[in-house]
């Protein structure tokens, strides 16, 4: 075989990237995954993982040095002295934002599987059949039952801790054991079910975190620093999980500092070659040739390259036939909820610090409820005592205030929701030939925003959640709007949407290119809809039917 | 809702592990030596106001942990501009009020006359975050307290003694006996 041809390429190493990769690799492909940033090795490049809080010189806090060189990343927690370097340098990777759009990403190995917030939630035919429902969008062109084999698939592999609940819209899975909810939630999540007569619910958070050692790796040590990467490979990675599985084989090539500035267009047979690579340490190009591409350079990287590719054949790109490659971007809207206090329990208290808080799944818009948009939202949230940063009346300094704050303060709860975003044709991204970023490559426009379905939403999504808190006895319930900007929960969703139709979607129901069928994108990019669960689940169990497709196809010499 | 209450709001979503708005201060330009901004008699100085708010009882005090310098590093990399120039000046202004009061500087007081003006100082400044406008500086009595609140309970010995710190957890317990006294947990 010569030294650039493999049997499969797979463009990104993140979630989707990793799976691609592992998939391929243990079915006898050849893979080269090709990822833009540095290596970041398990364990030995965590460098920040074991540190104790008085070792950072700001106490993880953010320099003016860091908000002036992250104005993007400074818009929300993300930005800070912790986690810095696992967050893109917007200097040399900047994007055009026509509206407001916090895009923030992860440019090395592993992505942002190091550090997503590793909630893990099917969906289900609510969330499959609603755009056909409502009549808006267009199809998703796969069914629940198409997707359940792959997610349970991909639980067992990536380890899910959680609760079976019988709920139909959020159908149970593959679980390790479920992390205990505190004495409060357990007593606020049985109010909940009672006074909403088993139509609400709060669940303990499903969660990408061991609760028993699985296969290698260890199980959670519950010390909640899951984003600084993981000693005990205790959450799922790339590098605590999929990068290591597909290592094993011998058929993994990783490559870092490889950017992929196209996918090589074959006009006659309709395929792609391979890829060209421009690689960030040297500026040199090569290419790379594959049987099988699989774009997962995350949602709108993945378009970008698609836009990218094919231009002489197609001028706004490859996929861009449909007239929407780039459109119908999505999020998810949260930021609003309400919390209170909480009387009583202060003989209670928690050992460990629990990377999971608990959930309350969609219960708007089902049945027959009906609200005035449509959709719906969960809560994530949880309950805590307070902490040494709480005011104490009537006690402002001294050693009598000093010692109040070494005890737990009150307890308090809150939740907050997570909202569904409608796919919007209007919500597009577009490549801006003028602004380029390090490389010289053209960067991303981003031009989009919530509207009335969601703003309306939101309404409910801080109403419901005062009215839930108070019903179960919460006291002092305040309601919040902290405010949203699109792409803050940093789960961009389509630009490359799966569909039925050709003229009308870029991807089929097996994630594959309608222009080049060897080419399946299988990240965020090829959400049809958005659903309101935390999407990176669904990616794994996405890639690994597509994975299967693709070696099917190759077999058959479909593809 | 404030910035702090949508911050904390927030912090529900990591696990409720961030240190509150407030205390997130956006901290100058590296360039800046500690040295341009305090002198080291200043330094010492905030030692001793951070430990007049955080004495030694039966565990260490504030300036055990040496918060002054933790103050100095945060105002000179984490403050905007104008921030510091608020902190700067408070140095002398609460040198001002103690010579107003006692007819002597900071230092020179005894440890009960550094309470009564430590606590005036809180008084004012608790005033004047109920008065004043979103999005105004706070006063610079209330940076110094935040950051010897943060500077403390974060620092090895607050962590460690003031409060209960656990590097390494192994397990959890949603729901255990808690008697008044206990320590609470260090945020790690």
Redesign the interface.
Known sequence: MAENVYDAIVVGSGISGGWAAKELTEKGLKTLMLERGRNIEHVKDYVNA?K???EF?????????M?ENYPVLKR??VLNERNLDYWVNEKESPYVEVKRFDWYRGYHVGGRSLTW?RQSYRLSDLDFEANAKDGIAVDWPIRYADLAPWYSHAERFAGISGSKENIPHLPDGEFLPP?????V??DVAARIKAHYNNNRHMIIGRVANLTQAHSNRTN??????CWLGCPFGAYFSTQSATLPAAMATGNLTLRPFSIVTRVLYDKDTKKARGVEVLDAETNQTYEYLAKVVFLNASALNSTWVLMNSATDVWPEGLGSSSGELGHNLMDHHF?T?A?GTVEGY????????????IYIPRYRNIGDDKRDYIRGFGY???A??E???REIAEM????E???A?????QWTM???GFGETLPYHENKISLDQNVKDKWGLPVLAIDAEIKENERKMRKDMSADAAEMLEMAGIKNV??????YGLGQGIHEMGTARMGRDPKTSVLNGNNQVWDALNVYVTDGACMTSAGNQNPSLTYMALTARAVDHAVNELKRQNI | ?NRR????????????????A?????????KLEVGDLFQQEQVALLNEVGD????????P?AKAANVGEFMA??VR????PEDQQIFVEGITKLNEASDNEFGKNFMELNPQQR?TL??AL??EQ?EQMRTKEEGAPNHYFRMI?ELT???F????VG?TQ??R????????????????????????
């Not at chain 2, 007049?52 to 565990?59: D, E, R, Y």
């Not at chain 2, 309970?153 to 090895?156: A, L, N, Q, R």
């Open positions: 074991t104790a809080p008085w010189e700001h106490r993880g806090g953010r320099t003016q040095e908000i929300d927690y917030g992390m205990d909810m505190n004495c939630e357990k959670c040590q519950y010390r909640n620093h930021r909820g919390n202060e003989d209670k208290y928690y050992y460990g610090r629990r990377p999971n808080g994530q949230g949880s805590g005592r902490g040494w940063s402002n300094v001294g050693g205030f000093k010692d704050l070494t005890e737990p303060g809150g939740i907050n305040q309601t919040y709007d902290a405010g | 809702m209450e949508a911050i904390s709001a927030v912090a529900w979503l990591m696990g409720g592990t961030l240190i509150s407030d205390l997130l201060v956006s901290c100058t330009s590296r007049t708010i955080l004495p030694a009882t039966s565990t005090g590093v945060m990399d984490c403050y905007a309470t430590v606590r809180d008084a608790q307290k609140l943060l500077g309970f974060s620092s090895e962590a003031a409060l710190f656990e590097a390494v957890p192994g397990r959890y317990d949603g729901c255990m006996p808690y008697k008044k006294g206990d320590r609470a947990w260090a945020v790690s």
